[in-house]
């Protein structure tokens, strides 16, 4: 039997599929910093868990090195796969990654950790990883000190209830080591219609009410005609921890 917050969260996970089109328009990408600091140089094949439609998976693509993307949902590995037909994306999940044991030098979960069971997760992640291979957790940030940024976030919190920001990272533990975190500050380059895609491709903004969803739309547009950004600030919120020899 789930709870009413499990049944909410499965919505919310199971809804990407429905605004692959959004997501991809208006979700910004990685900073090329933050993967240099998730995965390690040597790294041959990197697996992307929770892909999406491939934001970070343009930017771990390297001269030299693989890179396999796990995925759930059809709709965006449909996405995936027109933006990146020469990437192999399979169907999986962080409790169950279709890919042999010690298969890959690194693993990175974007924008997705927060979805995972961890219990299930951390292990299965470590059978997949070589060992000494990399996991790395990273999150795209909204940077809320820029007040207009912080006025966004108080319309979005009116209207939806945000999913819980339980990022779960401190719940990685053994087999991996210590988990280690870095900051990426940096400005994405964003038009209004863009930051309004943005908006309309967040899981819990998708499963609202349409008319209530309509009406939160309408009040970001009002605040996005008065602020004209020219662009949004992130932080790029990194992790990462060594899968222990045995
Ligand atoms: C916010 S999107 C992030 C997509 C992509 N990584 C990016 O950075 O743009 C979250 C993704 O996690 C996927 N997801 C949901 N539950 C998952 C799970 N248990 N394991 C792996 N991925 C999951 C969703 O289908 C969705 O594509």
Redesign the pocket.
Known sequence: MTTPEERRKNAQ??S??TAAEA?ERG?PP?PPEAVTWLVPEHAKIVV?????????TRALRAPGREVVA????AG?RERFSQVLPDVPVLE????SIPLPDRSADALV????WH???PER?VPEVGRVLRPGGWLGL?W?LRDVSVPWVAELDRILRDYAAAPTEDRQVERVGAPFGPVERQDFRWRYPMTADDAMDMVASR?YVITLEPAIREELLGRVRALLDTERPSGMPYVTECYRAELRQP
């Open positions: 996970a199971g990407f599929g997501y979700r990685y992307d868990l929770g892909a999406g439609t491939g934001k970070l796990v995925e759930p949902s965006m999986g999940t962080g409790e979960c974007a924008q997705a979805w995972v069971d997760a990273v795209n899981s």
